[in-house]
Antibody, heavy 121, light 107 residues
Framework: QLQLQESGPGLVKPSETLSLTCTVSGGSISSSSYYWGWIRQPPGKGLGWIGT???????SYNPPLNSRVTISVDTSKNQFSLKLTSVTAADTAVYYC??????????????WGQGTMVTVS | DIQMTQSPSILSASVGDRVTITCRASQSISNWLAWYQQKPGKAPKLLIYKTSNLEGGVPSRFSGSGSGTEFTLTISSLQPDDFATYYC?????????FGGGTKVEIK
């Protein structure tokens, strides 16, 4: 059964770079045409899409975050990663990684990681 | 970007009630809509995709309908396990957007 697990620092200083990794287990990130993505949820608020990548490295980003976001994939480690630069308190959130359901860039997220809380302070 | 508006934001209901949550899109999204359930401290869980298709393992008391700009999630008989927050998400284009959420609480 495919599982996703986020990892990375739980505390980041303002103006620095937030870096998270999502490790995929129970299947290969490159054995199919799935897209993978990052979503975040500020405390007490709703969900926000950050960006998406496939195993070839094709990316799509949320336009307001486009200048600060980089998502990359490492097929040898079965991981994909998120970097968000110049963070502020507004970037404090639970960050989730997820798999898009049917191999389309535009899709629903059918598998989610458990989420990791990142505080900017 | 396509804005998704859910109503109500909070819904008080009792076990056994029929519950309906509405999601409206700022422009037509055809039937590219998903619904998620989220419990406190947990990741969202996909319930329904492409407006009305039940994800595997999801109880049949959940159903979805709609098209274009107006969509509904219905729980036919609310169970204790269903008290949670529900989100819609459009995927008509690559800029994925979620509704603001509907919290279903115990009346």
């Amino acid at each position: 059964q495919l599982q996703l697990q986020e990892s990375g620092p739980g505390l980041v200083k303002p103006s620095e770079t937030l870096s998270l990794t999502c490790t995929v287990s129970g299947g290969s990130i490159s054995s199919s045409s799935y897209y993978w993505g990052w979503i975040r949820q500020p405390p007490g608020k709703g969900l926000g899409w950050i960006g998406t990548i496939n195993y070839r490295g094709t990316t799509s980003y949320n336009p307001p975050l486009n200048s600060r976001v980089t998502i990359s994939v490492d097929t040898s480690k079965n991981q994909f990663s998120l970097k968000l630069t110049s963070v502020t308190a507004a970037d404090t959130a639970v960050y989730y990684c997820g798999r898009l359901k049917d191999g389309r860039r535009e899709d629903a997220f059918d598998i989610w990681g458990q989420g990791t809380m990142v505080t900017v302070s | 970007d396509i804005q998704m508006t859910q109503s109500p934001s909070i819904l008080s209901a009792s076990v056994g009630d029929r519950v309906t949550i509405t999601c409206r899109a700022s422009q037509s999204i055809s039937n590219w809509l998903a619904w998620y359930q989220q419990k406190p401290g947990k990741a969202p869980k996909l319930l329904i995709y492409k407006t009305s298709n039940l994800e595997g393992g999801v109880p049949s008391r959940f159903s979805g309908s709609g098209s274009g700009t107006e969509f509904t999630l219905t729980i036919s008989s609310l169970q204790p396990d269903d008290f949670a927050t529900y989100y819609c998400q459009q995927y008509n284009d690559y800029f994925l957007t979620f509704g603001g959420g509907t919290k279903v609480e115990i009346k």
